[in-house]
């Protein structure tokens, strides 16, 4: 990511928007993640804090270009975390940019929790900002190096062992920073989801990581005898 770019670029009425609109819609899906850590991985949004809805103890951003108090500076594909060691993580369109994307989810199952929580937030690659994305020939918005389908991250997610648990698209404010594409923006985002859903500029997906539950076998000599009529059937030692 170019830090001087997209500090420009999140200073524009648009990128503002998005920004705004994002603070709203994680706060809204953090509401229900508790646990003592939350793990952001990227940066997003020169310096906002995206995390600032959830009920964990502590939360703190890894990145290779993190900085700040509690910021983590480390490699996408290697986290310095230990194994099940954190309640959840949000990924703000870091998939979008990393070099790596397939490593880095998989770095993320293995230091969630078990039932941990996973939130990513995407550009829709098949909305109008998905077609300037295309138009731009990747420089729209300016972090994202390629957009992930939100039906081509479920597949993901499922190989790993996740289940989505809720997902949510917003977004519907046309790709320009216009005054006339502004305009009624808070009456989009309110309707949008209802009439507008394919048209969706971004979306976000929350997802738990599963754990399936072993059952023990009983060794054989532990198992029950049968029971015949009402009395325990012979075995071959005591039937003669």
């Known amino acids: 990511m170019n830090d001087a770019s997209d500090a420009r670029w999140f200073g524009t009425a648009l990128g503002a928007a998005l920004l705004e609109l994002e603070q709203r819609v994680l706060a809204e899906a953090l509401g229900d993640v508790f646990g003592f850590e939350l793990l952001q991985l990227g940066c997003w949004g020169a310096g906002a804090d995206l995390c600032a809805g959830a009920r964990t103890q502590h939360h703190r951003c890894l990145a290779p270009d993190a900085s700040g108090p509690g910021a983590i500076r480390a490699d996408f594909a290697a986290l310095p975390i230990a194994t099940a ?26 230091v969630l929790v078990g039932e941990g929580h996973l939130l990513v937030c995407g550009f829709n ?51 320009s920073s216009q005054p006339l594409a502004m305009r009624g923006r808070r ?25 399936r539950a072993l059952t023990p076998l009983r060794p054989a000599w532990q198992r029950a005898r049968v029971v015949v009529g009402g009395l325990a059937e012979p075995t071959s030692r005591n039937a003669a």
Request: charged share 25%; no cysteine; net charge positive.
């Open 85 to 110: 060691s954190v309640e959840a993580v949000l990924l703000p369109h870091t998939l979008e940019y990393a070099p790596h994307p397939h490593e880095l989810l998989r770095e993320v199952e293995r």
């Open 125 to 175: 690659p098949w909305g109008p900002w998905g077609l300037r994305h295309v138009l731009s020939r990747g420089r729209f918005p300016p972090p994202a190096s390629r957009l992930l389908g939100e039906n081509r991250l479920r597949d993901w997610l499922r190989l790993l062992g996740f289940e989505v648990v809720d997902a949510r698209r917003y977004l519907f404010v046309p790709p």
């Open 187 to 211: 009456w989009l985002e309110q309707h949008g989801p209802r009439f507008l859903s394919p048209l969706a500029g971004a979306y976000l997906v929350k997802a738990r990581k599963r754990v």
